[in-house]
Nanobody
């Protein structure tokens, strides 16, 4: 299973970025897909997840109201739109997937992409 994350970069506080995750060899809408981030010196954190069944989305409290997770089934790509970014959002963001469910722990997910780095700094 191959997941390809992209869209990271350097952005000023208050700015926006959109992360993308594509899967050339399997259907993303057949899986629960999540974004997990790891900030320097911190534990990995599940930021958001979208279910395979009905596209319901879940967000960590730290990003609720600022991040939006969406899925384009035609392009077989998921997106994480990040707005009002804060320095504490600085992390490597991983696109991950599970064949069935969203999980609250990063260790729940079997399939991982390579990560894309987001730096929020002035």
């Amino acid at each position: 299973v191959q997941l390809q994350a992209s869209g990271g970069g350097l952005v000023q506080p208050g700015g926006s970025l959109r992360l993308s995750c594509a899967a050339p060899r399997f259907r993303l809408d057949d899986h629960a897909v999540a974004w997990v981030r790891q900030a320097p010196g911190k534990e990995r954190e599940v930021v958001s997840c979208i279910t395979s069944s009905d596209g319901s989305t879940y967000y960590a409290d730290s990003v609720k109201g600022r991040f939006t997770f969406s899925r384009d089934n035609v392009k077989n790509t998921v997106y994480l739109q990040m707005t009002s970014l804060k320095p504490e959002d600085t992390a490597v963001y991983y696109c991950v997937a599970d064949p069935k469910y969203c999980g609250s722990s990063w260790s729940f997910y079997d399939y991982w992409g390579q990560g894309t780095e987001v730096t929020v700094s002035s």
